[in-house]
């Protein structure tokens, strides 16, 4: 949809030639990737790859020759999409299979210069904390990689955690930037918030107050939501 294509180039826009990217699943962080066409000798390191990530390999845009470690070589621990994808893994030379031990782990990552992390959630809360696993009270999925990435990527010399999702859920009925967290799940507390995109634009997190987060968050909100988020956000802080 146009939000998503709008969500893609935006993060687009933060992704520069010669980055190592991190990618969850799902429709948004598949939209980031598609606006990607331009750039040139980006990187792979991730938890879980789909199909698109074959596609930029394939498409010489990711070629993972800058990236100091395991050079050359787009890293997963695991796969996730069409029987393309597997065809395409099958005894690739320039896939390497390996633990999560070792793809999540923020020393490794902390080896990966410029790391960007592309991943999603169900909502944010006006501090940064991230809810990426509970919807009305019910699981949607395992823990995941999440949190690991969100830190993760800020231990790489230049790297950044971007969190993307769009403005509203049920048909514009919801906003997606909260107040507070519902049911009090936290999937990624607030010390770990580094840049939220939404369709509206880009908000920076890191190294701001809980006041500079709000205005910032309030501003990439859908507008139908905004005044009640900046009453929220005089309580709040």
């Known amino acids: 949809g146009d939000a998503a294509k709008a969500i893609g180039m935006h993060v687009a826009r933060l992704i520069r030639d010669g980055d190592t990217l991190q990618v969850g699943l799902g429709t ?3 939209a980031c990737l598609s606006a990607l066409s331009g750039r040139k000798d980006l990187g792979l390191h991730s938890g879980t790859i789909g199909d698109r990530a074959a596609d ?3 498409a010489g845009i990711i ?3 800058r990236k100091p470690l395991d050079t050359g070589l787009s890293v997963t621990a695991g796969l996730l999409g069409t029987q393309r994808l597997y065809r395409w893994a099958h005894r690739n030379p320039l896939l390497r299979m390996r633990n999560a031990s070792y793809t999540h782990d923020t020393a490794t990552h902390a080896q990966i210069p410029s790391l960007l992390g592309i991943n999603s959630a169900l909502e944010v809360d006006l501090t940064g904390q991230m809810n990426a696993a509970v919807a009305g009270g019910q699981s949607l999925g395992m823990v995941g990689g999440h949190g690991d990435f969100m830190r993760g990527c800020q231990r790489s010399p230049g790297g950044r ?3 993307a999702l769009e403005s509203t859920a049920r048909g514009g009925k919801i906003s997606r930037i909260v107040p507070r967290l519902a ?3 936290v999937t990624t507390s607030r010390s770990d918030a580094d840049i ?8 920076e997190l890191r190294g701001r107050s809980l006041a500079e987060r709000a205005k910032a968050l309030i501003a990439i909100a859908h507008p139908a939501f905004r005044k009640d988020l900046e009453a929220a956000a005089e309580r709040l802080v």
């Not at 939220?196 to 908000?203: H, K, M, N, P």
């Open 183 to 185: 049911d009090g799940i």
């Open 56 to 58: 930029l390999v394939d």
């Open 63 to 65: 070629t993972n020759k």
């Open 161 to 163: 955690a971007i969190l």
């Open 196 to 203: 939220v995109v939404t369709e509206l634009g880009i908000a």
């Open 28 to 30: 948004l962080p598949d």
